[in-house]
């Protein structure tokens, strides 16, 4: 069992409605909100906001960290990474372990598992950041849902919040949907999806027990979630952070996780099923006690202020996504 001493999330304060981008082009896009992360904002600034949040809430200073992991699928860089950064603008020592998960929104779960692991063997408190600014050309539908945000976790030994106490793997090697830094491909969106209810439910199966109270299960589509309860049987709550935000990849595990345990109850269990290409992690989360942090992530996404078509263009530009 891996103690979660703290949490914390961040979105950006700019949204703007997806109806107002279909507008553009003629299209129909539903309802709902995408985040767009500011001019001088990108991957490293929103996590380092998480975590600040999440450090907060544990009580926890940065030269106590042992480890740090960040997981995301739209670092502009090649080579440059965001584990390292983050760990310096929190103050962790020169000698604490960094780590970068990319490649798949499951680096997200994937960073999970490594800090679990690792508190196992060598390290007392690790910090896990998600954070993701989706990028995505004009005039696609990938551009109506691109949103951008961060999480983070605080895994350690002490007064626990919460607890990760279970975990189920399913690895496929299916792609599916993928990207590269100019364009998205979202292949066959059936087929896909049908790719993707296997993973989960195998995943999930892992766990052994569906009593959850809450359920989380980031994706790029937001109907899957329900489609993956109502296929597992499960009697549970939903909760999604797709309507008002978007699709945040890595960043949406621990977004999705950090709504769920804002409102989880002491006692209650949160099933978190995070899938990408290559597969699903599926992890049980269990609320120790209703303790929040400063900032809710609720109250993220009632913080906003919307911008128009060509300032969203111009502040993802600038933010180089």
């Not at 949103?147 to 030994?157: N, Q, T």
């Not at 989360?285 to 911008?307: F, G, K, N, V, W």
């Amino acid at each position: 069992m891996a103690g979660i001493l703290g949490y914390g999330a961040y979105i950006p304060l700019y949204r703007i409605e997806r109806s107002r981008i279909a507008e553009q082009y003629g299209d129909y896009a539903g309802d709902g909100e995408t985040a767009v992360p500011g001019h001088d904002e990108d991957t490293t600034t929103m996590a380092v906001e998480a975590a600040t949040d999440a450090l907060t809430q544990a009580s926890t200073d940065g030269d106590q960290i042992d480890a740090v992991f960040a997981a995301t699928t739209s670092d502009p860089f090649v080579e440059r990474g965001v584990a390292a950064h983050v760990a310096h603008a929190v103050g962790a020592g020169r000698d604490t372990r960094v780590g970068d998960f990319q490649g798949s929104a499951r680096a997200g779960t994937n960073a999970l598992l490594a800090a679990r692991d690792a508190l196992s063997t060598d390290a007392d408190t690790v910090l896990v950041v998600g954070s993701d600014a989706l990028s995505a050309p004009a005039g696609s539908a990938a551009e109506r849902t691109a949103g951008a945000g961060a999480g983070a976790l605080v895994f350690g030994e002490g007064d626990a919040v919460a607890a990760l106490t279970d975990s189920g793997v399913a690895t496929t090697g299916f792609v599916g949907r993928f990207a590269t830094h100019e364009d998205v491909t979202d292949g066959d969106g059936r087929f896909n999806r049908e790719r993707y209810l296997d993973a989960v439910e195998i995943a999930v199966g892992h766990l052994g027990d569906d009593s959850f109270t809450h359920a989380v299960f980031p994706a790029h589509d937001g109907g899957w979630g329900r489609k993956a309860s109502d296929a597992l049987g499960l009697d549970a709550t939903l909760v999604s952070t797709f309507p008002e935000v978007g699709y945040t990849a890595a960043a949406g595990v621990f977004l999705d996780t950090a709504a769920a345990l804002d409102t989880a109850k002491a006692g209650e269990s949160v099933l978190l099923a995070g899938y990408g290409p290559g597969g699903c992690d599926a992890l049980r989360i269990e609320r120790r006690t209703a303790e929040t942090p400063e900032m809710t992530t609720d109250e993220y996404i009632q913080s906003s202020e919307q911008l128009p078509y060509g300032k969203h263009r111009q502040f993802r530009t600038r933010g180089g996504n």
